[in-house]
C-alpha cells in the first residue's frame, strides 16, 4: 500500500506539472495565431481584406472566416485542461475573447475576435491535451508491477539469510549443535546475528559434551562402590530381611543412574522400519509379575513406524514402568495396561493407558518435566522422575510427539505418534 500510494502521488504531480505548460503553450501559440491574422487584417483596405479573408479561409490549418450573429457555437471549455486554455487566451487577447470548441457543427479551435467593430473566427488546430487517463493507468500499473517486483525480490533476499536461520535453530532444538551460519555475508546485521547464533551453537556443543563425560564419569564412580556395598552385604549381613532390603537400594540407585543416563544420552537417533508389535511384546515380555502388571497389546502386526528400535523399546520401557509405578487399579492394586493403535493420515497413533487415578488437569504440562511427580504422594516413589521425560527427548529425537491426558473413564493414556511406514 505504501509503495502504490507513492507511485500514484508521483503521477499525480507528475500530470500537474505536465498539464500547466502544455496549456500556456497551446494557448500562447493559438494567440499568436490571432495576432498574426489581426494585425494583417487591419493593415489591409476593404478590398485587400476580402482577398486576405479568402486567401486564409482557403488554409487548411489556419482559416479566418467573419463571424455571423446567426453562428452557432459550444464554448471551449469542458475540462480543467481546456479551462486553463481558455483562460490564457483571455489574459492575452483581452477579457472580450470567445473560445469555442465547435462552430456551426464544425469541430475545432475557434477563436473569436473583433477589428473596428468587425467580428471573426480564427479556426486553429485543437490544442494538444494531455496524456489521457487510460495511458496514466498503464504507466502506472507497470511501475507498480515493476516495483512490486523488486519488492518482492529485495524481500526474498533479506528472508533468505532469516529462512537459514530459523533452520539452524531448528536443527539445534533437535541436538544437532554443528550450525554453519554464513559469517561473511554482506549485510552486517545478519553477519552479526550468524557470528553470534555460532558462537552459541559452538558452547552448546561444548557443554553437551562436558555433561555427557561428567555423567559418564559419575555412573562409573558411583557403580564402583555400588558394587562393593552389594558384595559386602553378600558376606557380611547375615540378616536375611535386612540383606534384601539392601539389595533393594542398590538395585534402585542402580536403576536411578540408569535413568540420569538415558535422560542425559547425547546422539542423533536413527530412524528405519520398526515392528511395533514385535518390540512391545519384547519389553513387556520384562514385566512378568502378573501381581503387579499386566500388559494387554491390541496392535497389528504388520504396523510398522519410522524410529530407532533402540529409542523406542526405551520409550516403552519407561512407560510401562510409569504405569506399573503409578497407574495400579484401587480395588485390585495391579496395573492393567492397554496398547491400542490409531490412524491419522502418515502417522500412527499408539495409544498406552493404565486403569490408575490419573493427574490433576492442571498438572499434565509439568509431568514431563525433569523431577517433576504428579502426585505429592509420590514423593516416597522410588524413581528418579526422569520416565516421561526420557520418553518425550526420545519421541523428539525420532520426530514425533508425546501427548498426555486423563482417560474419560479413568486412568493416564500417553499418545506416540510416529511417522508410519506403509
Known sequence: MLLAGGIVAWVTTLRALELEPRAVQSAQQTAALVNVARAALKQSDGINRVALLKSLGSQQAVRVAPREPSDEWEPYEIDRFTRRVAAELRAVLGPGTVVARSVNGRTAMWVGFIIERDAYWLQADAAAAPISGGTWMVWIGTALLATLLGAAVSSRLINKPLKQLSFAASRVREGDLDSQLDENTLTSEIREVNRGFNRMARELARVEEDRAVMLAGISHDLRTPLARLRLEAEMSVHDEEAKKNMALDIDQLDAIIDKFMDYARPGESLLRPVN???????????????????????????????????????????????????????????????????????????????????????????????????????????????????????????????????????????????????
Open 276 to 422: 511395533v508389535a514385535q518390540l512391545i511384546e519384547r519389553e513387556a515380555s520384562a514385566f512378568r509379575d502378573p501381581s503387579q502388571i499386566r500388559i494387554v497389546i491390541r496392535v497389528a502386526p504388520d504396523l510398522d513406524v519410522l524410529a530407532d528400535e533402540t529409542e523406542l523399546g526405551r520409550v516403552f520401557l519407561n512407560l510401562f514402568e510409569n504405569a506399573r509405578r503409578y497407574g495400579r487399579g484401587t480395588y485390585t492394586g495391579i496395573a492393567d495396561v492397554l496398547v491400542t493403535q490409531g490412524r491419522t493420515g502418515p502417522w500412527a497413533i499408539i495409544s498406552v493407558r493404565d486403569q490408575g487415578p490419573g493427574v490433576a488437569p492442571e498438572k499434565l504440562p509439568q509431568l514431563t518435566t525433569p523431577f517433576f511427580r504428579g502426585d505429592a504422594a509420590r514423593t516416597a516413589a522410588t524413581g528418579a522422575g526422569l520416565g516421561l521425560a526420557i520418553v518425550e527427548k526420545a519421541m523428539h529425537r525420532m520426530g514425533g510427539t508425546l501427548e498426555l491426558a486423563n482417560a474419560p473413564d479413568g486412568g493416564l493414556v500417553a499418545h506416540l505418534r510416529l511417522q508410519r511406514v506403509d
